[in-house]
């Protein structure tokens, strides 16, 4: 390629970059709401949001397949929100989210006493149904 060539095509390089970086200057701000534990807690509380009519991403979802070449910290999913406006409301789903007790994941079988996991129907040592 002649210089002329390369210079020209430098040139349409360098006015793309600046035409996509101004773009992204028009983008709303995101702020972040808070970093969940792990992905489908991430996932169960955007989705609380969004019933509440909050606009909110996950970030940091591939994270975890960088570990050990990035900070463990890093690489826990975030949830971001769009609307500064939103915030108040978001961290009140947020603490909501986090007091609600955890329902008990066995039941006890009324005939023989035997624990049982909470999906299960009948007990699984003696066989009598268990609701």
Do not use: K
């Amino acid at each position: 390629m002649s210089l002329p060539a390369r210079r020209s095509a430098w040139q349409g390089y360098a006015r793309a970059s600046v035409a996509a970086s101004t773009c992204r200057l028009d983008n709303p701000p995101m702020f972040r709401l808070c970093t969940a534990a792990n992905l489908p807690e991430a996932y169960l509380l955007l989705h609380r949001l969004a019933q509440s009519g909050i606009e909110a991403r996950v970030l940091n979802e591939h994270a975890q397949g960088g570990l050990g070449e990035i900070p463990f910290t890093h690489a826990y999913p975030e949830i971001w929100i769009m609307e500064p406006a939103d915030e108040e409301r978001a961290r009140r789903i947020v603490l909501e989210f986090e007091q609600t007790p955890s329902t008990p994941d066995t039941a006890r079988c009324a005939a023989c006493g035997e624990m049982n996991p909470q999906a299960f129907e009948i007990c699984w040592r003696c066989g009598n149904i268990l609701r």
